[in-house]
């Protein structure tokens, strides 16, 4: 059962991803090209030779965790300053309470300021100085690109980390160690909850450890309350994760029939059969601007590139309505709905985009390829941004054979298939070709 909620601890009401902070590096999750034995931040730690840096990567990954376990391992007082609330005076007095603290402790400060990027040239002229003559060591976490926002000094004295989205299987141990823990985690609410679903959480989390304990917190709050116990089964998780997306709604289910009819008519190539329901819709009261809006879906849904001139037409039928309105938009809008209830029917962009938004979905956010990264900073060239790009103008018919665009985890990965009908013929000769060269480059480059 659940604790009353009047007799627990004031502290245990802090959020759970606040509470779970690793305390030590065991605890720590993720970023091991970091932390790992003989990497660049587990050397400063245990040799005690803290260095100025910043910590850039996306949200939930532990920025500011690892700054303060910095300060804590290395005996070091902490001073944070946001740099979207703090000012020049902030800082002026942060600095000097870094200079008391040196003269009675003898004890060094990390000057942590979080959100980095926001920090304007003034603020960073301000601590600059202070940084250069050891007064503070100073850490920043960015969710931004430094080389963009901060001034060429600063980074200058700075050492630039890139802290890693963490792997699901990193989030389900950061969720498994929550469920476990009685001191600061949930192991008082004697949770139930199976292997598969915690792993759904983690993924849900996509990277971020603190949203995932977030997740699992909300579950944790929803969750069927047993006399054992908590259970959070499949139905809790699909509150938990629910897309709050509202479908568009005009009418009842009647409504809804029809424009179902309309849709299948069109793609069942019945022009007489789609001239009906269209009729009928208007008939029923239906604003022309929807069928026309839904028209639009039907081109690139069921046309797709068989046909590319009926997205055009029925774009071109839309604007009508919109300038002319009745009857002359109504007239184009089915001269549209009889184009593409007879044109070549091809559904394989639609199935094409469905296959990656699931893909998207399913896997975690892969890094962007080295070489298709762009590297208009001297900073990002030196870390290989855009190194072995093949500009496909210079090669043979516009074309780099072998170039891969896709994530290294994804490169197998084949979404259009063009159908055998209208202009995707065509498309397919033609994407067939640049396959067989990609392979002749690659059996060519196999004997080098």
Request: glycine share 6%.
């Amino acid at each position: 059962m659940k604790d009353d909620l009047f007799s627990r601890d004031q502290e245990a009401y802090g959020p759970l991803a606040a509470r779970m902070r690793p305390l030590c590096l065991d605890d720590y999750v993720g970023q091991g090209h970091l932390l790992a034995p003989g990497k660049p931040i587990r050397e400063a730690i245990e040799r005690n030779n803290l260095h100025s840096m910043v910590l850039w990567g996306p949200p939930g990954v532990g920025k500011t965790t690892l700054a303060k376990m910095l300060a804590e391992l290395n005996d070091a007082h902490f001073e944070t300053l946001s740099a979207v609330l703090a000012g020049v005076k902030d800082i002026r007095n942060a600095i000097e309470k870094a200079k008391q603290v040196a003269v009675s402790s003898g004890r060094k400060t990390i000057f942590f300021v979080d959100e980095v990027h926001r920090f304007n040239k003034a603020q960073q002229d301000a601590f600059l100085p202070f940084v250069e003559d050891g007064t503070v060591i100073f850490i920043g976490a960015t969710t931004e690109n430094p080389s963009f926002e901060l001034n060429n000094a600063l980074l200058s004295r700075s050492r630039v980390y890139v802290l890693k989205s963490l792997a699901a299987e990193e989030i389900f141990q950061a969720l498994s160690r929550a469920l476990n823990d009685e001191s600061r985690g949930l192991a008082k609410l004697n949770i139930s909850i199976a292997q598969e679903q915690l792993m759904t959480l983690a993924q849900a989390a996509d990277g971020d450890v603190r949203r995932a304990l977030n997740l699992l917190e909300i579950a944790s709050d929803i969750a069927l309350d047993t006399e054992t116990g908590l259970i959070i089964d499949q139905s809790v998780l699909e509150q938990v994760l629910v897309n709050e997306s509202r479908r568009f709604d005009k009418g009842g289910d009647l409504f809804y029939e029809q424009i179902s009819a309309l849709h299948k008519s069109v793609r069942g190539s019945s022009v007489d059969g789609s001239l009906y329901w269209f009729a009928r819709m208007l008939d029923g009261g239906c604003d022309p601007l929807y069928i026309a809006r839904r028209v639009v879906r039907m081109a690139s849904e069921d046309i797709g590139n068989a046909d590319p001139r009926g997205l055009r037409l029925a774009l071109d039928a839309w604007e009508v309505q919109e300038r002319l309105g009745s009857p002359e938009g109504e007239l184009a809008i089915a001269q549209a709905i009889v184009y593409l209830a007879a044109a070549p029917k091809s559904n394989a962009v639609y199935n094409a985009y469905k296959r990656a938004r699931a893909d998207v979905a399913s896997s975690p956010s892969y890094d962007v390829p080295m070489h298709l990264r762009n590297a208009p900073t001297s900073m990002m060239k030196d870390m290989d941004y855009g190194a072995e790009y093949r500009y496909a103008h210079n090669e043979e018919d516009g074309y780099a054979a072998g170039e891969q665009y896709l994530p290294e985890e994804m490169a197998a990965s084949r979404y259009y298939e063009p159908v055998n009908r209208g202009l995707e013929i065509k498309i397919a000769q033609k994407l067939q070709r640049l396959r067989e060269r990609d392979e002749a480059y690659w059996a060519e480059q196999q004997q080098d």
